[in-house]
């Protein structure tokens, strides 16, 4: 983990080759992270992977988020890992839900879906955990190779790890819910 | 004890003589009446049935676990004579769904038991190929009898071996049971045979009605009139 300055040093770098890059830094429970602009994802990852004294040439993890009611309210979570100096700093893309404030509520037959680059060109490793953010949370990764669903049927319609899906599931009769569901033995 | 080696003595002397022929009338009789027993063909055939169930190597999930220790020596599945774990449904009769059966899998299940021979049977182990169990999300089937025909359900989270045992002596018994109901008696598909579809038009209810009255009574002798000679082996259990 790179300390606070450390931390504050690495968005300094990335602001000099672009300009309002980095909008956030935050030192939590020892996590360095970076907050970054969506547009500017792929240069703050080439930036901490190709600097030499960086070197964050492994992505541990990337995997998506939703933090409905807050905005912008999806994030996707990058992790990435120094193994010379075994040192992990987390980048966070905020992304806005462009379908918030839909004024034709549903009308509209393209669905509205939140982009980011995709970084399958600088981590090979992240084709497959792309595909499980697009087929869980339905951001669409603009230049994935083969972007599709992963882990749900390809026919499967919604994005069941947001948190305004529904659970789904049958209502199970317990004793203390029998009274909801009256003559339920006929 | 020295009574029951005269009778055996006795016994050894009768068989010899039944061998040599002198065994006559009277005592002829008492010999091959003690010595036989009589049934049907079907109850002969559900016997074997019952007691040489070949299950299918197919795991789900976490029950598979305990699946795989029926077969060990602690709890020995071939004592009930279903050790014989086929790799392919085709050689299977008995299809045990040990897991959460996600709604991806489901077409692979109900493939799998469509590959199966009749008669074959469904056993769902567990509470989650049972109900959905704990996963009542989007993204398992609540209950694997939503797609396809299960026999028996054993209770559980997982299942003990034991419990597992005690469900395949209940499909033992239901084997030997009913040998009169075949599958469509069991699941209300009477009407769906080939051969019920041949008649003109939609077979009406009175046939359907007298088909199904036919294959009760049907003997192995005396197939049904709706029935040709050559369908009887497509009919499987119900003949």
């Not at chain 2, 009760?216 to 369908?231: D, F, L, N, Q, W």
């Amino acid at each position: 983990m790179p300390d606070p300055p450390g931390l504050e040093l690495i968005a300094q770098g990335i602001e000099e080759g672009r300009q309002g890059t980095v909008i956030e830094t935050s030192m939590e429970h020892g996590r360095a992270t970076l907050i970054v602009n969506p547009d500017g994802i792929l240069h703050a990852l080439t930036w901490l992977r190709d600097t030499p004294e960086q070197g964050y040439r492994f992505l541990s993890s990337l995997h998506a988020a939703d933090y409905l009611p807050a905005t912008p309210r999806f994030a996707v979570h990058y992790e990435l890992l120094s193994r010379e100096r075994i040192e992990r700093v987390n980048v966070k893309a905020l992304l806005v839900d462009p379908a918030a404030g839909d004024e034709t509520n549903g009308a509209d037959p393209v669905e509205k879906l939140p982009e980011l680059d995709s970084c399958v060109a600088l981590y090979p490793t992240a084709d497959f955990q792309e595909r499980e953010a697009y087929d869980f949370f339905g951001i669409v990764f603009r230049g994935h190779p083969d972007l599709r669903r992963i882990a749900m049927p390809e026919d499967y319609v919604g994005w069941p790890q947001r948190r305004d899906f529904p659970i789904g599931g049958e209502p199970v009769l317990f004793t203390h819910n029998e009274i909801e569901a009256p003559r339920w033995f006929e | 004890m020295e009574v029951e080696r005269e009778s055996l003595r006795a016994r050894q002397l009768r068989a010899r003589d039944l061998l040599r022929g002198d065994l006559e009338g009277r005592d002829l009789e008492e010999y091959v009446e003690e010595r036989l027993l009589t049934t049907t063909l079907e109850n002969v055939l559900n016997w074997g049935r019952s007691n040489a169930i070949f299950p299918m190597t197919f795991g789900l999930a976490c029950c598979a676990i305990e699946q795989i220790s029926l077969v060990t020596s602690r709890y020995d599945i071939a004592r009930f004579g279903a050790e014989a774990f086929r790799a392919t449904p085709r050689q299977a009769d008995l299809l045990i769904l040990s897991g959460r059966v996600s709604i991806k899998m489901a077409p692979v299940v109900r493939r799998v038991y469509d590959q199966m021979l009749e008669p074959r049977w469904v056993m769902a182990m567990g509470a989650c190929s049972s109900s959905g169990g704990m996963f009542a999300n989007y993204a398992v089937v609540q209950g694997a009898d939503k797609f396809m025909p299960v026999d028996i359900h054993v209770p559980g989270c997982p299942p003990r071996p034991e419990a597992v045992l005690h469900g395949l002596n209940k499909l033992q018994k239901l084997i030997r049971g009913q040998p009169d109901l075949g599958w469509r008696q069991r699941y209300n598909a009477v009407g769906t045979e080939e051969w019920a579809r041949f008649e003109e038009g939609k077979p009406t209810k009175e046939a359907l009605e007298r088909a199904a009255a036919a294959i009760r009574v049907a003997k192995p002798t005396a197939p049904s009139p709706h029935m040709p000679a050559g369908e009887a082996e497509d009919m499987g259990d119900d003949v």
